[in-house]
């Protein structure tokens, strides 16, 4: 550690000036470049949620919305600003990173209680607090050397386990069952493409032993 020898209270008072002055520079600077790549991230949200609505409009049925809203304030996921339902028959969620989770009418015709419902919102949710949209993007604005087309399935492999586990725990807290999921990702599976990337996904995730029976809620399966 570098001793500084300081004579006066004068010399005191200009060495902690420069010092403040650095810091808040410091400061400044790292706070721009966080204004700016979150600012990136939301425009490429909004385009994203644009494109989505564009390509298969908005669902017409109420009820999910209204089921959505009530979930996630029971859930408290308060980084969700919105819930959008689009006409699409294939089975998926999205976590914008302006606050949107937008859900597919082929995902909602596929489940069968509140517990996997929640645990979908609760895995959506994860990918905003634990910033895995900042952290993509960084990856995308500055990929370390030998960056593979592995390395990039092993990012993406993790921040789904993180989701995965963060859903699991906020589960628990609530009195929900995160087991109830695995029937749900199996009969979504089911419906996937052998060697899409989807599936290999579904794959990874599926605890398919020690499961507790499906539960069948009278909301879910009354389509």
Known sequence: MRVINIKNNRHLQIYLTLAILLLLGCSSLHAKQTYENNSILIANAQKQQKKLIDDHGLSQQPKWLNKCNEMIETLQLDQFVECLVIKATFANAYSLAHGTVVL????????????????????????????????????????????????????????????????????????????????????????????????????????????????????????
């Open 104 to 223: 597919t009418d082929g995902l909602l015709k596929n489940i069968n209680n509140d517990h996997q419902f929640a645990h979908i919102l609760a895995h959506e949710h994860a990918h905003l607090t634990l910033k895995h949209h900042q952290q993509a993007q960084q990856l995308v604005k500055n990929p370390p050397k030998f960056f593979t087309k592995s390395r990039i399935k092993k990012f993406y492999r993790q921040i789904e386990q993180q989701a995965d586990q963060s859903a699991d725990q906020l589960l628990t807290q609530q009195q929900f069952d995160p087991l109830q999921i695995h029937h749900y990702l199996m009969r979504i599976e089911q419906n996937s493409q052998e060697h899409s990337n989807d599936h290999q996904k579904l794959k990874e995730r599926i605890k398919r032993n020690g499961l507790p029976v499906e539960k069948r809620e009278k909301f879910w399966t009354n389509r």
